[in-house]
């Protein structure tokens, strides 16, 4: 009877654990298919890339390691404090009368030449808690200035990523937006495709067309189908993307919004330029590099410190105290002569120096030119998305008049197969210009340093309009 019982409550057991898990799945298909169905805006993109794009993750743990380095270039101005045992036996005369002076047993036998030449081995169990304050260290206080310059560099360097991520995110939004925007094309292109055979069908039936229109009516088809399979490829691929940018392994629906970027002035964001973050990343090193200078020239000031330490001495165990002591010191080192090292270092550090401000200059007239180039590329996409407004207009209008000729049987099909053909490069090149418009006040933003209030994801600092 028990093992009925047994067995019938593991069985229930068994069907009640069944239940859960399926419950579980069902809920985490829900959840997923939820996730999976959400489309983003690229506001949204954006704000999921500065938390969970992996490159940006790691320049931040670079940015929290250049932090510490400022705690550790302060440790060389602050104390240094020790504790240290040492066990020590010998029968050497000196250190075993040492010892012995140490531990407080000296006694008047001890004097006895015998004694003093050949005394017996002795154990010594020594403790000592020192410290050691340095006073003036003219390295370690250029070091400590040059670490915190070197933490406000790379802060702005993390900056500076986040703006590039946000740029790619933009890009990768904007192709998927455009290749989403082939794929409908693509659809609409099948769409006429098919219609045009259709009609070609109805005429040969009707004993009005050829035979050879209805095959090139088939062989447009199958060309539509073509584009359609390439542009739904090249859609999968562009959401891939988006979603490796903010960190998923997975494709990421789009809201297939026309992003509503603001286009500011050339002389607001030439201005805007001189501090952006590279720039001002690249001034603040141009700094250290000049402090390399002083830090080489440190290096012929003596240092200059006190220290200190308490003293326990004892035969017999580790941490005891037969014999104690204490001492107080005050030093000055003075390397006199180091070989040259500190005069080629200066010079070095001179020819770094040199080398750094070249970079700036370079980089300052680069920023100069890259938001020129950016506003002149803007110019351009405008003007091209205008025209390419008009092509389309203009080449649906012709082809809805070879169509009505086509149907009058005043046109042949090859012409309506030609102003098509017309018609789709034409819809395909407006998405196409759209894309490059959009794209090209993002690169605006991104030479000017501002993408990032362009897209509303960060607050304008104090004083940087």
Not at 199 to 205: I, M, N, S
């Amino acid at each position: 009877m028990k093992t009925r019982k047994n067995r019938k409550g593991s069985a229930g057991f068994a069907t009640l654990w069944v239940v859960c898990l399926l419950f579980f799945l069902v809920v985490m298909a829900v959840k997923a298919e939820s996730v999976a169905g959400e489309r983003l805006t690229l506001k949204e993109a954006v704000q999921a890339a500065l938390k969970n794009n992996h490159e940006l993750l790691a320049q931040g743990h670079a940015q929290a390691a250049k932090e510490a380095e400022v705690g550790v270039a302060r440790s060389a101005l602050l104390p240094k404090i020790s504790l240290e045992e040492r066990y020590l036996r010998t029968d050497s005369p000196a250190y075993a009368f040492m010892a012995k002076l140490n531990q407080g047993r000296i006694a008047a036998a001890d004097f006895a030449p015998q004694s003093l030449n050949r005394p017996a081995a002795i154990d010594d169990f020594q403790t000592s808690l020192a410290f050691e304050q340095p006073l003036f260290v003219a390295k370690a206080r250029i070091g400590l200035e040059m670490s915190r310059k070197e933490a406000s560099a790379s802060e702005a360097t993390l900056q500076r990523k986040k703006e590039e991520t946000v740029l790619k995110v933009t890009q990768y939004y904007l192709l998927a937006g455009s290749a989403g925007g082939y794929v409908q094309a693509a659809e609409r292109a099948l769409e006429d495709a098919r219609e045009h055979q259709r009609l070609a069908d109805v005429r040969y039936g009707a004993g009005l067309g050829l035979y050879s229109d209805t095959l090139r009516a088939a062989t447009a088809v199958a060309e539509a189908r073509q584009r359609l399979v390439s542009a739904e490829k090249n859609f999968t691929v562009a959401k891939r993307g988006l979603g490796l940018m903010i960190g998923s392994r997975e494709a990421v629906e789009v809201a297939m919004e026309t992003p509503a970027l603001p286009v500011r002035d050339i002389a607001a964001l030439r201005a805007r330029s001189l501090v952006r973050r590279d720039l001002q990343s690249l001034e603040i090193r141009t700094e250290n590099a000049k402090n390399q200078i002083r830090l080489a020239e440190a290096g012929y000031y003596p240092l200059l410190g006190l220290g200190g330490n308490y003293q326990w001495n004892d035969h017999n165990a580790p941490l005891g105290g037969e014999g104690r002591g204490w001492q107080v010191m005050a030093f000055l080192r003075w390397e006199l002569f180091d070989g040259t090292k500190a005069r080629y270092e200066k010079i070095r550090a001179g020819s770094q120096a040199a080398e750094a401000e070249e970079q700036l200059k370079g980089l300052q007239k680069l920023v100069a030119f890259q938001v020129d180039e950016a506003w002149l590329t803007l110019g351009e996409a405008e003007k091209n998305r205008e025209l390419a407004e008009e092509e389309f207009k203009t080449a649906e209008e012709g082809r809805r008049l070879v169509r009505v000729r086509y149907e009058g049987a005043l046109s042949p099909l090859v012409d309506l197969l030609d102003a098509q053909v017309s018609f789709d490069r034409a819809r395909a090149n407006r998405v196409a210009r759209e894309n490059e418009y959009q794209l090209a006040i993002a690169w605006l933003g991104f030479a000017g340093g501002t993408i990032l209030q362009d897209l509303q994801v960060e607050e304008p600092e104090g004083g940087r309009k």
